[in-house]
């Protein structure tokens, strides 16, 4: 009898000898029966904390496999004399992965001239080639709709799908979507395919199981399993960036594959690994389907992406600028630019306004913006709650389409030219001059440009911290447009008076509109 069962045990006989007007046998009984409930109760606690752990992915993995595809496209390269072959170029040659002990030697067997034949290809006569690249993708419709990384077929000549069974289909391109990295595929078959549905990744966990299905390093098939790691992730990939991370094993080939959870269902589209190696060390990212859906219906139905558009440019509000513009933390988007004659211009949004709530939902931080609005259906009116001097508002804004050319969020521009000293006011480390036909041309500022010219930056300042450069103009501080050096020193002054430990300045770039907080100590 185990600790744990003793003790059961010893609970069981206190509560058997609490009984009263028990005769002995009776007891026994009573106790004996206690102390089997216990156990009972023991075993169903264990059973169900084992039912909550898979003890294979056996059944899983033979259920969703036929549905997952290996692609593999072929693109014409132009080989010259003194151009290595790229990998994958020679279908007919063995392929060792990627960082593998083997590939030096595979390279050094299959490089070295052999007497009396010509040179490997690449090193004779130019002559044109085919580049080869593999990845993964899964069946959704069993009339043959293909999902995959849009990187996977990216200038491909060709693209073909093989199935589980190695029967191989050509496949024709509806559509792909650079900004999600998605592409949809459609391939034509004689009986209808095997196919896999979409899940709520929205419902989904940190440290929930999931399963990896793909074709890494052009091997087939393969299935690894793991949990979700961590939710909404930003690797800079682009600018509706929410990924689901995971430590199942995805590695090259791994791109375009699904990522399931235990009831089947796809959550994620395997996109990207973090690696200093090249191979998996735990760390993959999936687009999850909550994006991705919604984009393939789109590249379904119009062979592109529609996306919402609120016309603003929009920037991270920093604890600085929350405390400038007495929000009560860092949350929503920045508008440092309204477009003019855009959806936001019509609906009321201000340059200024911190955006907090998009369509009754909130605007976490800057990136979530673009994600919420781009989701959103073109011509739907929302209602958008703005933080301004020092209130809360709600305007109403009729949703338009983003041109492909628009950019979601404000870019750092380039530095205009320097020039030497110019004397003027100095505020916080700011030589500041008002801007006169001499300081245009120093500084090559646009004749549209209005405000307050800075010529200086103390290197030890903290506009030279947050990037303010010689050239840049003040066109606001604290909300409110600046004509000289002097108004620029009197509403910082009061800003100071005032007990606020930053003051927020609009300043402008190379015709680019950005707001800063600078440090008032």
Known sequence: MNQRTYGHAAATRARARAVPNLTDGARRWLFAGLLLAAMLLGLAGTALAQANRPASFADLAEKLSPAVVNVSTSQGVQMSSDTPAPRGAQPDRPQAPPGSPFEDLFKDFFDRPTPGLPGPPGRGAPSPRRAQSLGSGFIIDAKGIVVTNAHVIADADT????????????????????????????????????????????????????????NPFGLGGSVTAGIISARGRNINAGPYDNFIQTDASINRGNS???????????????????????????????????????????????????????GVQIQTVTDEIAESVSLDRARGALVSKVTEGGPAEKGGVEQG?????????????????????????????????????????TVKIKVGELDETETASLTTPSAPGGGGPVAGETVLGMKLTPITPEIRRQFEIGEASKGVAITEVAGDSAAAERGIRPGDVVVEV?????KSPAEVSAKIEAVRKSGRKSVLLLVERGGELRFVALRLS
């Open 159 to 214: 693209i073909s799908v093989t199935l589980q069974d190695n029967t191989t289909l050509q496949a024709e391109l509806i559509g792909r979507d650079a900004k999600t990295d998605i592409a949809v595929l459609r391939v034509k078959s004689d009986k209808p395919l095997p196919f896999v549905k979409w899940g709520d990744a929205d419902k989904s966990r940190v440290g929930d199981w999931v399963l990896a299905i793909g």
């Open 353 to 393: 306004d911190v955006v907090t709530d998009f369509d009754n939902k909130p605007v976490t931080d800057m990136r979530a913006l673009p994600r919420l609005v781009a989701e959103t259906p073109i011509n739907k009116e929302v209602d958008v709650k703005v933080w301004r001097k020092g209130q809360s508002r």
């Open 478 to 482: 604290s909300q409110e447009e600046v």
């Open 256 to 310: 375009g594959g699904p990522l399931f959870n235990l009831d089947g269902e796809v959550i994620g589209i395997n996109t990207a690994i973090f690696s200093p190696s090249g191979g998996s060390v735990g760390i993959g990212f999936s687009v999850p389907a909550n994006l991705a859906r919604p984009t393939v219906d789109q590249l379904l139905e119009f062979g592109r992406t529609r996306r919402g558009w609120l």
